[in-house]
């Protein structure tokens, strides 16, 4: 495994002033390349977690750091610049068209126009889209379509680590599963490191090479897939992950089912 | 054409300039005041009840009282800064307008820019925050565009406000559209009340469409109808401006009082300076106490006022010493306290007095204010709007011991109206008023003197008290003018069948000063 590119040394976030903390004590390390997905119930910490890395929140202790350096120490948005965002909100520009939100990042970061140009049709072809889409505006497109746009918004200049906070949540299954696997294709070809929260524990088994259990604002497990499906230590951890093979399992049934009725 | 109509029209590009140089400049300070606090109350939660709220109950102000309110407070500003910078400023007309009409455009444009900036989708928000914009950036590149619609639509109520208010602004000495409908008011000129509401409406109602094709440009994003609307806006200001280019803003400004008398006096004086070449500019529908302060600060030249008036009002005094002795002691007070000449009385008295119908005063068997007093409880008074707030009226009640059963203020037209339809029994006339002659009233003595001597008399502002133009141009009006004829030329214009405007009574004043202005002249 390569070295860690971001370090999440022992952070803790309270939004009550103290009373409650959204994260208690989380670390993680998560090495360059690598596809991580952030798993738990609500209110677990998932959320809190990612959105340190490009300092949506302001953790109250612990440090964030990529390549050793720490984010504190960087200017928010020339560090947001630098990493690729996708949420399930979407937030498309609605008066912006298609080739202006892709390009957002590529101009704030002061690119000539025509490497602009070049780069969002780039990307465009990437997430599978037609060209003629650039001159639309967001709301001339469909939820799917849209997400796609934001995932090339969110690569549009060359990052090296894209967050992803419930990127699919809002998507019908069908869309939601053809993105996930498009994503996962552009994330080996462009040699990306993604850090996502997902509820949806299929989803993480499907999509990442490693997946972080978190509970009440702690890392209660991690490992790759195969590992914590296996693994019986925490009932919690256990529960949790056994969702995908139970719910495999009923859905095998019902198929038999309506195969022995057909027969 | 109605000569009328004629008069009102040919005033118009004046007062049209005025009133939309007066709009726009509220309206670009409105916004240019509203936006970055709207910006501050959307960045700062804890700023936004304050802001809005002081916002709103500026709006609760009467307009016409904000407009008043004003001119004290930049008196005393003026007066205050006047040593710093040697000179202090204009208290009167544009400034407290310009003012006034900036805090009541407020509220639109800071309630719509709060709202607008603040419905802005959080998800658009957080993404402009993600995608790496500082706040500066977030503001003019997403939230700017996302909220203009609904900024537009709090501009365009502003605008169509501030015009509208605007025209109240002619109580403070400040030319607009408002001139129409104050002095018609007076007047009882109903034509140019409406010639007045009409122009403003339409003046209203081009500048909202005009605005309104910059907002859909703006939703839209359609630059051809943005610019459209811009446009339309920049040639209509500049249009309507070009008459402040073309003539230089009159040298001489002559004020008047609220009534007409004062109209066409002032149209008088200012007839007299263009015949000796000067430009004069008219400041109407002042209020008695505003426009002495305004003569003595330089805001106006030169206007009418009388001496009563002055005697108690500004020099406080209660006792009503012989004519002769109040003239000399009132000039030399003037003189010594605000550097304010009198040049001279035009002849005639314009007192206070109380008057009744004749027959109502026979039946009660009274011809003086003595007798007045023992019927005045079963009678009612109606005065004009500030009589019963002025010294005058103290002193009549305090020396006859005068106790109405009621007391009731209306415009004069009103007034006279009320008195011969009995609703009151007795008015505080003007005894200059040709009204008095042409509806029979009787004029009660006033045996214990308790009103002084009201003689009008040319009032000259310190700034002007050496200028040899209006000393030759003013001269031969003063003794010119006996009551009659002024209470002839007030009847021209106060009548209610076939009046005419003030300028057409200055013209009959003005053939008797020299015979030669009635075009009568002896070839």
Same mark, same amino acid.
């Given at each position: 495994?390569?070295?860690?590119?971001?370090?999440?040394?022992?952070?803790?976030?309270?939004?009550?002033?103290?009373?409650?903390?959204?994260?208690?004590?989380?670390?993680?390390?998560?090495?360059?390349?690598?596809?991580?997905?952030?798993?738990?119930?609500?209110?677990?910490?998932?959320?809190?977690?990612?959105?340190?890395?490009?300092?949506?929140?302001?953790?109250?202790?612990?440090?964030?750091?990529?390549?050793?350096?720490?984010?504190?120490?960087?200017?928010?948005?020339?560090?947001?610049?630098?990493?690729?965002?996708?949420?399930?909100?979407?937030?498309?520009?609605?008066?912006?068209?298609?080739?202006?939100?892709?390009?957002?990042?590529?101009?704030?970061?002061?690119?000539?126009?025509?490497?602009?140009?070049?780069?969002?049709?780039?990307?465009?072809?990437?997430?599978?889209?037609?060209?003629?889409?650039?001159?639309?505006?967001?709301?001339?497109?469909?939820?799917?379509?849209?997400?796609?746009?934001?995932?090339?918004?969110?690569?549009?200049?060359?990052?090296?680590?894209?967050?992803?906070?419930?990127?699919?949540?809002?998507?019908?299954?069908?869309?939601?599963?053809?993105?996930?696997?498009?994503?996962?294709?552009?994330?080996?070809?462009?040699?990306?490191?993604?850090?996502?929260?997902?509820?949806?524990?299929?989803?993480?088994?499907?999509?990442?090479?490693?997946?972080?259990?978190?509970?009440?604002?702690?890392?209660?497990?991690?490992?790759?897939?195969?590992?914590?499906?296996?693994?019986?230590?925490?009932?919690?951890?256990?529960?949790?992950?056994?969702?995908?093979?139970?719910?495999?399992?009923?859905?095998?049934?019902?198929?038999?089912?309506?195969?022995?009725?057909?027969? | 054409?109605?000569?009328?109509?004629?008069?009102?029209?040919?005033?118009?590009?004046?007062?049209?300039?005025?009133?939309?140089?007066?709009?726009?400049?509220?309206?670009?300070?409105?916004?240019?005041?509203?936006?970055?606090? /709207?910006? *501050? +109350?959307?960045? %700062? =939660?804890? #700023?936004?009840?304050?802001?809005?709220? &002081? @916002?709103? $109950?500026?709006?609760?102000?009467?307009?016409? /009282?904000? *407009? +008043?309110?004003? %001119? =004290?407070? #930049?008196?005393?500003?003026?007066?205050? &800064? @006047?040593? $710093?910078?040697?000179?202090?400023?204009?208290?009167?007309?544009?400034?407290?307008?310009?003012?006034? #009409?900036?805090?009541?455009?407020?509220?639109?444009?800071?309630?719509?820019?709060?709202?607008?900036?603040?419905?802005?989708?959080?998800?658009?928000?957080?993404?402009?925050?993600?995608?790496?914009?500082?706040?500066?950036?977030?503001?003019?590149?997403?939230?700017?565009?996302?909220?203009?619609?609904?900024?537009?639509?709090?501009?365009?109520?502003?605008?169509?406000?501030?015009?509208?208010?605007?025209?109240?602004?002619?109580?403070?000495?400040?030319?607009?559209?408002?001139?129409?409908?104050?002095?018609?008011?007076?007047?009882?000129?109903?034509?140019?009340?409406?010639?007045?509401?009409?122009?403003?409406?339409?003046?209203?109602?081009?500048?909202?469409?005009?605005?309104?094709?910059?907002?859909?440009?703006?939703?839209?994003?359609?630059?051809?109808?943005?610019?459209?609307?811009?446009?339309?806006?920049?040639?209509?200001?500049?249009?309507?401006?070009?008459?402040?280019?073309?003539?230089?803003?009159?040298?001489?400004?002559?004020?008047?009082?609220?009534?007409?008398?004062?109209?066409?006096?002032?149209?008088?004086?200012?007839?007299?300076?263009?015949?000796?070449?000067?430009?004069?500019?008219?400041?109407?529908?002042?209020?008695?106490?505003?426009?002495?302060?305004?003569?003595?600060?330089?805001?106006?030249?030169?206007?009418?006022?009388?001496?009563?008036?002055?005697?108690?009002?500004?020099?406080?005094?209660?006792?009503?010493?012989?004519?002769?002795?109040?003239?000399?002691?009132?000039?030399?007070?003037?003189?010594?306290?605000?550097?304010?000449?009198?040049?001279?009385?035009?002849?005639?008295?314009?007192?206070?007095?109380?008057?009744?119908?004749?027959?109502?005063?026979?039946?009660?068997?009274?011809?003086?204010?003595?007798?007045?007093?023992?019927?005045?409880?079963?009678?009612?008074?109606?005065?004009?709007?500030?009589?019963?707030?002025?010294?005058?009226?103290?002193?009549?009640?305090?020396?006859?011991?005068?106790?109405?059963?009621?007391?009731?203020?209306?415009?004069?037209?009103?007034?006279?109206?009320?008195?011969?339809?009995?609703?009151?029994?007795?008015?505080?006339?003007?005894?200059?008023?040709?009204?008095?002659?042409?509806?029979?009233?009787?004029?009660?003595?006033?045996?214990?003197?308790?009103?002084?001597?009201?003689?009008?008399?040319?009032?000259?502002?310190?700034?002007?008290?050496?200028?040899?133009?209006?000393?030759?141009?003013?001269?031969?009006?003063?003794?010119?003018?006996?009551?009659?004829?002024?209470?002839?030329?007030?009847?021209?214009?106060?009548?209610?069948?076939?009046?005419?405007?003030?300028?057409?009574?200055?013209?009959?004043?003005?053939?008797?000063?020299?015979?030669?202005?009635?075009?009568?002249?002896?070839?």
């Amino acid at each position: 495994m390569s070295a860690a590119l971001i370090e999440i040394d022992r952070i803790a976030k309270s939004f009550d002033g103290g009373r409650s903390f959204a994260v208690r004590e989380a670390s993680l390390t998560v090495p360059a390349g690598t596809f991580v997905a952030l798993v738990g119930a609500s209110g677990s910490g998932k959320t809190t977690t990612l959105k340190v890395i490009n300092r949506l929140i302001e953790p109250d202790r612990g440090e964030v750091r990529i390549e050793g350096m720490p984010v504190a120490k960087i200017e928010a948005p020339v560090l947001r610049r630098r990493i690729g965002y996708v949420f399930q909100g979407i937030g498309l520009f609605p008066h912006l068209r298609i080739s202006e939100n892709i390009g957002i990042t590529p101009k704030l970061l002061g690119w000539p126009p025509p490497e602009i140009a070049e780069r969002t049709r780039e990307v465009l072809a990437l997430v599978g889209l037609p060209e003629t889409y650039l001159a639309r505006f967001p709301d001339a497109l469909s939820g799917g379509e849209r997400q796609r746009v934001a995932v090339a918004r969110a690569i549009a200049a060359r990052p090296r680590i894209v967050l992803m906070d419930e990127p699919f949540g809002q998507l019908d299954p069908v869309i939601r599963d053809a993105i996930g696997s498009a994503y996962r294709a552009l994330h080996e070809q462009l040699g990306l490191t993604t850090v996502m929260v997902t509820h949806d524990v299929q989803e993480a088994v499907l999509l990442a090479d490693q997946i972080v259990v978190m509970a009440g604002g702690r890392v209660a497990a991690r490992g790759t897939p195969h590992a914590l499906m296996a693994s019986r230590n925490d009932p919690d951890v256990s529960a949790l992950m056994d969702m995908p093979r139970r719910q495999a399992e009923r859905v095998r049934a019902v198929l038999s089912d309506a195969g022995n009725g057909d027969g | 054409m109605d000569e009328r109509v004629a008069e009102a029209v040919r005033v118009l590009p004046h007062y049209l300039s005025q009133h939309v140089l007066l709009s726009a400049c509220a309206l670009v300070l409105g916004v240019l005041l509203g936006l970055p606090l /709207a910006v *501050l +109350a959307v960045r %700062y =939660p804890r #700023l936004r009840w304050p802001l809005l709220t &002081v @916002a709103a $109950l500026i709006q609760t102000i009467p307009g016409i /009282a904000l *407009l +008043a309110l004003f %001119y =004290p407070l #930049l008196l005393g500003l003026s007066a205050l &800064v @006047a040593p $710093l910078l040697g000179k202090g400023f204009p208290a009167l007309g544009f400034l407290p307008s310009v003012l006034a #009409l900036t805090l009541y455009a407020l509220l639109p444009i800071l309630r719509n820019a709060v709202a607008g900036l603040s419905g802005v989708n959080p998800d658009v928000i957080e993404a402009a925050n993600a995608v790496g914009m500082t706040p500066r950036q977030r503001l003019l590149w997403v939230e700017a565009p996302l909220a203009a619609p609904v900024v537009m639509a709090g501009i365009r109520t502003a605008a169509v406000w501030t015009i509208g208010a605007a025209t109240l602004s002619t109580v403070v000495g400040q030319t607009s559209l408002g001139n129409y409908i104050f002095s018609g008011l007076q007047t009882e000129n109903w034509l140019l009340v409406l010639f007045g509401c009409a122009a403003a409406a339409v003046l209203a109602l081009v500048t909202d469409q005009l605005l309104g094709l910059v907002e859909i440009g703006a939703t839209r994003r359609n630059g051809w109808t943005l610019a459209a609307g811009l446009a339309g806006l920049a040639v209509g200001t500049a249009a309507a401006l070009t008459p402040l280019l073309g003539s230089p803003s009159g040298r001489y400004v002559v004020g008047a009082k609220n009534f007409s008398e004062q109209y066409i006096l002032a149209e008088l004086i200012a007839e007299r300076l263009e015949r000796e070449g000067a430009t004069a500019q008219l400041r109407e529908g002042l209020g008695s106490a505003v426009i002495f302060r305004a003569l003595a600060s330089g805001d106006i030249g030169v206007y009418v006022d009388y001496s009563g008036t002055l005697w108690t009002n500004v020099m406080g005094r209660r006792d009503a010493p012989p004519r002769a002795v109040m003239l000399r002691e009132l000039s030399r007070y003037l003189a010594d306290h605000d550097h304010v000449e009198v040049l001279g009385a035009l002849g005639f008295e314009n007192a206070y007095v109380l008057a009744m119908r004749r027959e109502r005063a026979k039946e009660l068997g009274v011809t003086t204010i003595a007798d007045l007093a023992q019927h005045a409880p079963q009678l009612a008074l109606g005065s004009d709007i500030e009589f019963l707030s002025r010294p005058e009226w103290s002193a009549l009640r305090g020396a006859y011991a005068l106790d109405f059963r009621s007391e009731r203020s209306y415009s004069p037209t009103f007034m006279y109206r009320a008195l011969a339809a009995g609703d009151v029994d007795v008015i505080s006339a003007f005894s200059s008023d040709g009204r008095i002659a042409a509806q029979d009233l009787l004029v009660l003595a006033d045996p214990r003197h308790a009103i002084p001597a009201y003689d009008a008399l040319i009032l000259v502002s310190p700034r002007r008290s050496a200028d040899p133009v209006l000393r030759r141009a003013l001269a031969p009006l003063i003794g010119a003018i006996p009551v009659e004829r002024m209470r002839e030329a007030n009847l021209m214009v106060d009548r209610s069948t076939d009046p005419v405007v003030p300028r057409e009574a200055a013209r009959f004043l003005a053939a008797l000063v020299s015979p030669e202005a009635a075009g009568a002249k002896p070839p």
